[in-house]
């Protein structure tokens, strides 16, 4: 039996520290590289697209594969370098020497106007029956965690929230359509499922699901 179900409910993540965020100016150089976004802002419809200084961007995850990774190597590097600029040290501050308004601090022009882009929900909802947490969904998350590390899963699950809903508790008997989260692995709703992972990944999925969050766990409702 198929199950259908009009919509579901995503993953959303949004800033408690708003000011790290701001518009990009409109000039031909930024709506060039705005354009070649445009696909991806009809994609994740509903969300924000916020431009994030790349001076904020820290390694939060030391041991992870992808720090090998050169481009994201880079984007550290000049993360810290920009963060040098903006904070030089006491005995910069004394030399006038030190500024170069072509090359601050070794930055280069090209990577002054290099951008990190992350889509934000300003107004996130919790799940219901009617809007659920589909598997197949968080099945594709945590793929993309794991080919990070597999810390980053589980860094990734010890800070989300909202699996299971407030009302639920363990002294409430559970109800026929008390349910927010659904399995959904055999007949996936989620457009961009990958069933053999599903498939080959769900039990080691499950149980790090379950080291975190048990009691959603045991209310997941499958279809």
């Not at 800070?159 to 407030?166: E, I």
Request: glycine share 4%.
């Amino acid at each position: 039996h198929y199950f259908h179900l009009p919509s579901f409910m995503c993953i959303a993540i949004f800033s408690s520290r708003t000011h790290i965020f701001h518009k990009p100016k409109n000039n031909p150089k930024t709506l060039h590289k705005i354009s070649r976004l445009a696909k991806f802002d009809i994609r994740e419809g509903g969300y924000n697209r916020e431009m994030i200084n790349v001076e904020h961007v820290y390694p939060i995850l030391n041991n992870s594969p992808s720090l090998q990774n050169q481009n994201y190597q880079d984007i550290l590097q000049i993360a810290q370098r920009r963060r040098s600029s903006n904070n030089p040290s006491s005995d910069e501050k004394d030399n006038d020497t030190h500024v170069n308004n072509n090359n601050d601090n070794g930055i280069t022009k090209e990577e002054k106007e290099v951008n990190i882009w992350v889509y934000i929900q300003n107004n996130p909802k919790p799940p219901t029956s009617l809007h659920p947490i589909p598997q197949s969904y968080v099945d594709i998350i945590l793929r993309g965690c794991l080919s990070i590390s597999h810390d980053f899963a589980m860094h990734f699950l010890k800070h989300t929230y909202g699996w299971y809903s407030v009302n639920n508790n363990d002294t409430k008997k559970k109800e026929e359509g008390d349910y927010i989260w659904i399995n959904d692995r055999h007949v996936p709703i989620y457009v961009r499922a990958d069933p053999m992972y599903s498939k080959e990944m769900g039990k080691e999925i499950d149980e790090l699901i379950q080291s975190y969050h048990l009691d959603a766990f045991v209310r997941r409702k499958n279809v």
